[in-house]
């Protein structure tokens, strides 16, 4: 009987990643360990993983552990719309938008969020990113740009 199911679902995404490296290395020369081929390091990474992946599964009905948590999709859906918002903005509207985007709907993932702060830390955030970005590493993007 099982008695760990986040284990038991960590070790199968862990062998379910090693057999799609496998699969997608299949069909490159392996070569030897002197001299790899393109396939050597997909294969010897995916066999690695279905190892991993095996133990942890089969700990799982040795281990006791606790249970899965509640999945909230809120948290996920405004991370995703963050990064989303991110790559849409910054050729866009500058790297200055698409930061404060980024804090914005990152910090909508909490219930807890107090829009003062979140504005606040949005721009000073922004201010930042274009300071270090642009300013110090001389980055080549814009701070931002207004033509609608």
């Not at 679902?9 to 990643?17: N, S, T, V």
């Amino acid at each position: 009987m099982m008695k760990n199911a986040q284990d038991f679902l960590a070790g199968l995404l862990f062998a379910a990643f090693g057999a799609a490296a496998l699969w997608y290395g299949q069909g490159y020369n392996f070569g030897t360990a002197t001299r790899m081929g393109p396939g050597y390091l997909p294969t010897v990474l995916g066999w690695s993983l279905v190892g991993i992946g095996a133990f942890i599964t089969l700990r799982a009905f040795v281990i006791s552990g606790a249970p899965i948590p509640k999945i909230y999709l809120r948290p996920q859906i405004m991370i995703i719309a963050a990064l989303i918002a991110f790559a849409l903005l910054i050729e866009r509207m500058g790297l200055f938008a698409g930061a404060a985007a980024v804090v914005v709907l990152g910090s909508l993932a909490s219930r807890e969020v107090k829009p003062l702060e979140m504005l606040v830390i949005a721009a000073v955030t922004a201010a930042g990113a274009v300071g270090l970005f642009i300013y110090v590493l001389g980055q080549p993007m814009a701070p931002w740009i207004w033509d609608f």
